[in-house]
């Protein structure tokens, strides 16, 4: 047996940023079986979550409000346009924005989009307090995070 394998843990397996990776490939991971069925990829939820919110919205703004660029978040959106879930008009005030919105096909998979969260709750046997412990300490790593 190598002595590099034989060895406990890694250098790797005590990074901060390992742990999260791996946390976050495990929840996209978990997502799939449930987003399948309404035929979603893991960031199309994201958006289509944010949208059942906020439609009708800027691309720019959307983009902002889910983390994704303007070269990430346009190209999803037209690929949610070319399904049926969101229609892309120009904004009537300002012909330079494009907006976002859901249609009645979107809108009706409301139920389900919202359901997920709770399955991927229960799958990882977390409470409510849990999540919103975990959560706060991922969002003051996130804004405490420069560039």
Same mark, same amino acid.
């Given at each position: 047996?190598?002595?590099?394998?034989?060895?406990?843990?890694?250098?790797?397996?005590?990074?901060?940023?390992?742990?999260?990776?791996?946390?976050?490939?495990?929840?996209?991971?978990?997502?799939?079986?449930? *987003?399948?069925?309404?035929? *979603?990829?893991?960031p199309?939820?994201?958006?289509? *979550?944010?949208?059942?919110? /906020?439609?009708? /919205?800027?691309?720019?703004?959307?983009? #902002? +409000?889910?983390?994704?660029?303007? #070269?990430?978040?346009?190209?999803? /959106?037209?690929?949610?346009?070319?399904?049926?879930?969101?229609? +892309?008009?120009r904004d009537?005030?300002?012909?330079?924005?494009?907006?976002?919105?859901?249609?009645?096909?979107?809108?009706?998979?409301? /139920?389900e989009?919202?359901?997920?969260?709770?399955?991927?709750?229960?799958?990882?046997? *977390?409470?409510?307090?849990?999540?919103?412990?975990l959560?706060?300490?991922?969002?003051?790593?996130?804004?405490?995070?420069?560039?």
């Amino acid at each position: 047996m190598n002595d590099h394998v034989s060895k406990s843990r890694g250098e790797v397996d005590k990074q901060l940023a390992f742990a999260l990776y791996g946390a976050a490939s495990r929840m996209a991971r978990m997502h799939k079986p449930h *987003l399948e069925p309404l035929g *979603l990829t893991f960031p199309q939820y994201l958006v289509m *979550l944010e949208l059942l919110d /906020v439609a009708p /919205v800027s691309v720019g703004e959307l983009g #902002g +409000r889910v983390g994704m660029d303007t #070269g990430t978040i346009t190209p999803l /959106v037209k690929r949610l346009q070319a399904s049926s879930l969101v229609t +892309r008009t120009r904004d009537t005030v300002d012909e330079r924005r494009v907006l976002v919105d859901l249609t009645p096909e979107g809108r009706a998979l409301d /139920v389900e989009i919202r359901g997920v969260a709770g399955k991927i709750t229960s799958a990882c046997k *977390l409470t409510d307090d849990n999540v919103d412990e975990l959560r706060r300490s991922l969002e003051n790593l996130a804004g405490g995070v420069s560039g």
